[in-house]
C-alpha cells in the first residue's frame, strides 16, 4: 500500500512562488510516475504535471507552462512542484498521484484515472 503526503500550500501574491512537496511512503518507486493535479471549486481536476520515475522525464499543462517545474528526488521519493509566477487562477487543492507502472503511452500521465494512488491534497491560494 502507498500513501502520499503533500505539503508546502499556503496564501501567496500574485507573482510569486510556492514549491510543493509530495512524499511517497510503502513501496520504492521505479518504474511508474508522479503527477500533479489541482481543483478549483465548482470546477473540474485538471491535470498539471508529471514526471517519470526512471528518466525524469516531464510532462506539463498547457496553463502551467513555462512558469512550474516539476522535478523528483528518487533516494528520497518524492516529487516537487515548483510555481512561480502565480496567478489567481491557480488557486486550487493541488493533489499528488503516483502511478506504480511505467505508462505505454504520454497521454496517460495526463489523466487521472491512469494513476493508482492519490495524495490529501494542500490548499494554493493565489491572491490579486
Known amino acids: 500500500q502507498v500513501q502520499l503526503v503533500e505539503s508546502g500550500g499556503g496564501l501567496v501574491q500574485a507573482g510569486g512562488s510556492l514549491r510543493l512537496s509530495c512524499a511517497a511512503s510503502?513501496?520504492?518507486?521505479?518504474?511508474?510516475?508522479m503527477g500533479w493535479f489541482r481543483q478549483a471549486p465548482g470546477k473540474e481536476r485538471d491535470f498539471v504535471a508529471a514526471i517519470t520515475w526512471s528518466g525524469g522525464n516531464t510532462y506539463y499543462g498547457d496553463s502551467v507552462k513555462g512558469r512550474f517545474t516539476v522535478s523528483r528526488d528518487n533516494a528520497k521519493n518524492t516529487v516537487y512542484l515548483q510555481m512561480n509566477s502565480l496567478k489567481p487562477e491557480d488557486t486550487a487543492v493541488y493533489y499528488c498521484?503516483?502511478?506504480?507502472?511505467?505508462?505505454?503511452?504520454?497521454?496517460?500521465?495526463?489523466?487521472?484515472?491512469?494513476?493508482?494512488?492519490w495524495g490529501q491534497g494542500t490548499q494554493v491560494t493565489v491572491s490579486s
Open positions: 510503502g513501496r520504492t518507486f521505479s518504474s511508474g510516475a
Open positions: 498521484a503516483a502511478r506504480d507502472s511505467r505508462p505505454q503511452y504520454v497521454v496517460m500521465l495526463k489523466r487521472g484515472s491512469d494513476y493508482n494512488y
